[in-house]
C-alpha cells in the first residue's frame, strides 16, 4: 500500500531565507506525486505535481521540487520565502490504475517569521 | 471558470444527528472524491463517486454514504454522527478524460462539529 512520511512537523524559517520541505514515499510502482498548501480554515491548493519526465518540476508561487527515485523522496524547494508562504503543506502520492485516492502526509506546518 | 464549490462552510450538530455535505465539482469534471480531515492530520479518503456510482471507498464506516447526481454533483451523508467525526469535510474533483493526469483539485471544505 501507498504511503507518505513528512518527517519535519513543524518549520520555522525567516523571511527571505531558503525553504525545504522533506516527503518520502512507499509505493508500489511510478508513483505521482503531489504537493498542496493549505492556509488556516482553507481547502487544499495545488501547488506542483510529478507525473513523468523531468525530475524537477516547477510549480505556483516559486515552489520547486525534485522527486529522486534512488531515494524514494519528493522534497518542496523555495529559494526566498514571502511571509505568505505560512501555513501547512501537504505531500500525497496516488493515484494508482485500480486504487484512486490520494494518500497525503501528515502535513508541515511552516511559520515564517519577520 | 468556478472552481470546487462546498456548502455549507460551517455546520454544528450533536451526537445521533444526521448532516448532509454538498460538493459541486470543477467545470468540466466528472469524478468527485470525499476526504476527511481531523485536526492536525492530513485529509483521509472516504470513497469516490463516477457515474453515480461508489467507485472506491476507504476504511470508513456504512454511516458514511453518498450520492452522485447527473449533473456530477455529489453529496456526503453521514448518520448517527459520534464525536469523532468532528473535522473538516473536504471535496475534490477530477476528470477520467484526463485519466493519466488525473489531478484532483479540492474545494474549501465544510467544518462539522459535533457536541
Known amino acids: 500500500a501507498q504511503s507518505v512520511t513528512q518527517p519535519d512537523i513543524h518549520i520555522t524559517v525567516s523571511e527571505g531565507a531558503s525553504l525545504e520541505l522533506r516527503c518520502n514515499y512507499s509505493?508500489?510502482?511510478?508513483?505521482?506525486l503531489f504537493w498542496y498548501v493549505q492556509s488556516p480554515g482553507q481547502g487544499l491548493q495545488l501547488l506542483l505535481k510529478y507525473f513523468s519526465g523531468d525530475t524537477l518540476v516547477q510549480g505556483i508561487k516559486g515552489f520547486e521540487a525534485e522527486f529522486k527515485r534512488s531515494q524514494s523522496s519528493f522534497n518542496l524547494r523555495k529559494p526566498s520565502v514571502h511571509w505568505s508562504d505560512a501555513a501547512e503543506y501537504f505531500c500525497?502520492?496516488?493515484?494508482?490504475?485500480?486504487?484512486?485516492?490520494?494518500?497525503f502526509g501528515a502535513g508541515t506546518t511552516v511559520t515564517v517569521r519577520a | 471558470d468556478a472552481g470546487v464549490t462546498q456548502s455549507p462552510t460551517h455546520l454544528i450538530k450533536t451526537r445521533g444527528q444526521q448532516v448532509t455535505l454538498r460538493c459541486s465539482p470543477k467545470?468540466?469534471?466528472?469524478?468527485v472524491s470525499w476526504y476527511q480531515q481531523a485536526l492536525g492530520q492530513g485529509p483521509q479518503f472516504i470513497f469516490q463517486?463516477?457515474?453515480?456510482?461508489?467507485?472506491q471507498r476507504g476504511n470508513f464506516p456504512d454511516r458514511f454514504s453518498g450520492h452522485q447526481f447527473p449533473n456530477y454533483s455529489s453529496e456526503l451523508n453521514v448518520n448517527a454522527l459520534l464525536l469523532g467525526d468532528s473535522a473538516l469535510y473536504l471535496c475534490?474533483?477530477?476528470?477520467?478524460?484526463?485519466?493519466?493526469?488525473?489531478?484532483?483539485?479540492f474545494g474549501p471544505g465544510t467544518r462539522l462539529t459535533v457536541l
Open positions: 463517486y463516477y457515474e453515480e456510482e461508489e467507485r
Open positions: 509505493y508500489g510502482a511510478t508513483p505521482y
Open positions: 500525497a502520492v496516488g493515484p494508482l490504475s485500480n486504487d484512486y485516492k490520494l494518500s
Open positions: 475534490a474533483s477530477s476528470s477520467l478524460r484526463d485519466s493519466y493526469t488525473d489531478t484532483q483539485y
Open positions: 467545470s468540466g469534471h466528472d469524478t
